[in-house]
């Protein structure tokens, strides 16, 4: 009998494409890995004892205005969190609610590939600026490198946000921010099994 579930049973993978408002187009690019933050253990304890405000319900979505100068994070760590709230003047985040309900896949009667995915998309009036007010989230200019599936506890007050998980892609599969009405679309699956 197995007493434990150990982090190498949880996993997660992305993809980033450009896209209509509310719609998610059918080949996106290639799945990313992604590494699951310290935060995934304090929300998987917390829905277990039933505190559904810590559900997954928005994205990160990191960007520079600089993909020339960009250089992907080789060992990003596992506390997201600090990262995010504690970016370089090249790079940003948008905070973003999910676009729909995530929805959920069993592999087989074994639960061996269960999938959980989860999907967001980039949106607001040009040049927003990020949660670090740092750069403006600006069309045909910032570049979506990255990310990561947050619990939003409180919808107003990022500094509740936990981060699940996070991961980037390489810079020939980042995603400029397109002409409007176009917006950068996120889709996430976490695999449990």
Same mark, same amino acid.
């Given at each position: 009998m197995i007493d434990i579930v150990s982090s190498s049973l949880i996993k997660g993978r992305f993809q980033l494409a450009a896209s209509m408002?509310?719609?998610?187009?059918?080949?996106?690019?290639?799945?990313?890995?992604?590494?699951?933050?310290?935060?995934?253990?304090?929300?998987? !304890?917390?829905?277990?004892?039933?505190?559904?405000?810590?559900?997954?319900?928005?994205?990160?979505?990191?960007?520079?205005?600089?993909?020339?100068?960009?250089?992907?994070?080789?060992?990003?760590g596992r506390s997201g969190y600090d990262y995010f709230h504690t970016m370089s003047d090249d790079t940003d985040i948008i905070r973003v609610p999910l676009l729909l309900t995530p929805g959920y896949e069993a592999s087989s009667d074994a639960y061996e590939s269960n999938k959980v995915t989860l999907v967001a998309q980039s949106s607001g009036i040009d040049g927003v600026l990020g949660q670090n007010s740092v750069l403006p989230f600006t069309r045909a200019l910032s570049t979506v490198v990255g990310g !990561?599936?947050?619990?939003?506890?409180?919808?107003?007050?990022?500094?509740?946000?936990?981060?699940?998980?996070?991961?980037?892609v390489d810079s020939d599969e980042s995603v400029m921010r397109p002409a409007d009405p176009k917006e950068v679309v996120m889709l996430w699956q976490i695999i449990v099994g």
């Open positions: 408002p509310g719609v998610i187009p059918p080949n996106l690019n290639k799945w990313t890995k992604n590494t699951i933050q310290f935060g995934a253990a304090d929300v998987f !304890g917390r829905l277990l004892c039933g505190d559904t405000r810590v559900l997954p319900t928005g994205m990160y979505l990191e960007f520079t205005n600089d993909i020339d100068s960009w250089v992907k994070p080789t060992d990003f !990561g599936v947050i619990a939003m506890p409180d919808a107003d007050d990022w500094s509740e946000d936990i981060v699940i998980t996070r991961g980037y």
